[in-house]
Antibody, heavy 118, light 113 residues
Framework: QITLKESGPTVVKPTQTLTLTCTFS??????????VGWIRQPPGKALEWLAL???????LYSPSLNSRLTITKDTSKNQVVLTMTNMDPVDTATYYC??????????WGQGTMVTVSS | DIVMTQSPDSLAVSLGERATINCKSS????????????LAWYQHNPGQPPKLLIH???TRESGVPDRFSGSGSGTDFTLTISSLQAEDVAVYYC?????????FGQGTKVEIK
């Protein structure tokens, strides 16, 4: 059974760096074609894809946020970490991590709400 | 970037009636290498994570009721709920995974009339 769970701060101040961790079970990031992505949803708005990391360490980023995002994996801990620098109130959102085996996001974590406020 | 545009933004359908959601991509998401459309549909309820319903444009995920169906190819796609049930009230998103960035549509809210 595949599960994913996001963890990190619920509140960050403007200009700070956000670090979110996705801890997963039921699959390995050493397996071909497997990846973990991050997606967010600001309150009342649509889903927005942020980043994706694959088993071979290939990394994809949203062009609009590329300069602020870093995605890494720790296969021994079954974790994927997303960092986002220079946080702004517009970055207030629910952040999800999700599993992919061939492209679509098959399973998602429950999400974690992050508020950017001073 | 491939822009995904859904229509309508919202729709209200009577219980038991058909609901149809359209999704148009700004570029083709069809690959002639494997004859597949890189298009997925998700159902999203408030307070829950999105749920994958359809992948490869028309393949239902395991456990998804057969009243949900996906169709289309290239740049034009449709999600159909053949007989709307109360539990189908949600926001539905299309997403392309043909290229990076993996873009979503703006969502379509489905309600009961």
């Amino acid at each position: 059974q595949i599960t994913l769970k996001e963890s990190g701060p619920t509140v960050v101040k403007p200009t700070q760096t956000l670090t979110l961790t996705c801890t997963f079970s039921g699959f390995s990031l050493r397996t071909n074609e497997v990846g973990v992505g991050w997606i967010r949803q600001p309150p009342g708005k649509a889903l927005e894809w942020l980043a994706l990391i694959y088993w071979d360490d290939d990394k994809l980023y949203s062009p609009s946020l590329n300069s602020r995002l870093t995605i890494t994996k720790d296969t021994s801990k079954n974790q994927v970490v997303l960092t986002m620098t220079n946080m702004d109130p517009v970055d207030t959102a629910t952040y999800y991590c999700a599993y992919t085996n061939w492209g679509a996001f098959e399973l998602w974590g429950q999400g974690t709400m992050v508020t950017v406020s001073s | 970037d491939i822009v995904m545009t859904q229509s309508p933004d919202s729709l209200a359908v009577s219980l038991g009636e058909r609901a149809t959601i359209n999704c148009k991509s700004s570029q083709s998401v069809f690959s002639s290498a494997n004859n597949k459309n890189y298009l997925a549909w998700y159902q999203h309820n408030p307070g829950q994570p999105p749920k994958l319903l359809i992948h490869w444009a028309s393949t239902r995920e395991s456990g998804v009721p057969d009243r949900f169906s996906g169709s289309g190819s290239g740049t034009d796609f449709t999600l159909t709920i053949s007989s709307l049930q109360a539990e189908d009230v949600a926001v539905y998103y299309c997403q392309q995974y043909y290229s990076s960035p993996r873009t979503f549509g703006q969502g379509t809210k489905v309600e009961i009339k």
